[in-house]
């Protein structure tokens, strides 16, 4: 059995990454935000983090602990997987996981994890987007306020967490998908991702509309709560209209300000800045 989580920040792909990968045979088809292994790890993270408060009484050591809650995690795997069909890659993804990643590394060590990043101009100008539709719809969640800083700020926290980590062996299980290289040239992403990870991402066909394949829950992207997240581009074939779309969004400051707060991540990914 494979599994392999997708994270980074909103607003940069990960729900079109894994609508992609779920097109592979042998996986999962797509599935929506698996928030309750979030809170299953975000558990053992607390007990890990805290355990000479109350949970030596309880499991002994640390090592115990991480024992434990893997053998948790891993019959939550099992369940979904047995439920899908017993599919042999599990595709997960969850933004909020990723802060988890190196406490989901301990409990799930064979795991590959692929983090996306996309131009913070343009993944803060996304937000900006959805906070706007939320507004309308009198809904008060994240990305309401347009306050740059603070969106770069959310934006960034999803990725220090995993890029901290130094363990060799989580580094090596670590890879990197830019958005951009994604929607304009699929094949190779594919191709790359293969290489990788030893999954046989290269045999999807990159023109089919990922969207094709959806599990059905109660849950849809047509419900009040999700609507402002949707795009014209949602569950579309892949497309580089939104590449750059920050031009039409923000304002020659905002644009500055991104570049100020993300200089770092501007640097380590490659992307060019507009302001000096």
Same mark, same amino acid.
């Given at each position: ?49 805290? /355990? ?18 893997? !053998? @948790? %995690? *891993? ?79 959310? /934006?960034?926290?999803?990725?220090e967490p995993a890029f901290d ?9 670590? !890879? @990197? %998908? *830019? ?98």
């Amino acid at each position: 059995m494979q599994y392999v989580f997708i994270g980074g920040s909103q607003r940069t792909g990960t729900s079109i990454t894994q609508q992609m990968l779920c097109q592979l045979p042998e996986a999962n088809p797509y599935l929506y935000e698996a928030s309750y292994l979030r809170q299953l790890v975000s558990c053992y993270t607390e007990a890990r983090n805290n /355990f000479n408060q109350n949970h030596a009484s309880y499991f002994g050591d640390v090592q115990h602990l991480r024992n434990f809650s893997s !053998g @948790v %995690v *891993h019959a939550f795997l099992q369940q979904v997987t047995a439920r899908l069909g017993d599919p042999q890659v599990l595709i997960l993804k969850e933004p909020h996981l990723t802060i988890y990643w190196p406490y989901l590394f301990e409990l799930v060590p064979e795991a590959w994890f692929l983090m996306m990043v996309r131009d913070p101009r343009d993944a803060v100008a996304s937000m900006v987007s959805v906070g706007e539709k939320q507004k309308a719809l009198g809904q008060q969640y994240l990305f309401v306020n347009r306050d740059i800083p603070a969106l770069c700020r959310h /934006f960034l926290s999803f990725y220090e967490p995993a890029f901290d980590v130094k363990t060799e062996q989580f580094r090596n299980q670590l !890879g @990197v %998908v *830019h958005y951009e290289e994604l929607v304009t040239d699929p094949v190779r992403t594919m191709q790359d991702l293969a290489r990788f990870t030893g999954i046989p991402f290269d045999r999807i066909d990159v023109q089919s509309a990922p969207e094709a394949g959806h599990v059905k829950t109660t849950e849809t992207s047509a419900s009040p709560l999700y609507a402002p997240w949707v795009t014209d581009v949602s569950g579309q074939k892949l497309s580089q209209s939104r590449v750059g779309n920050y031009a039409s969004v923000l304002t020659e400051t905002e644009i500055a300000e991104v570049e100020r707060e993300c200089s770092n991540f501007f640097d380590w990914f490659g992307y060019g800045r507009r302001a000096a």
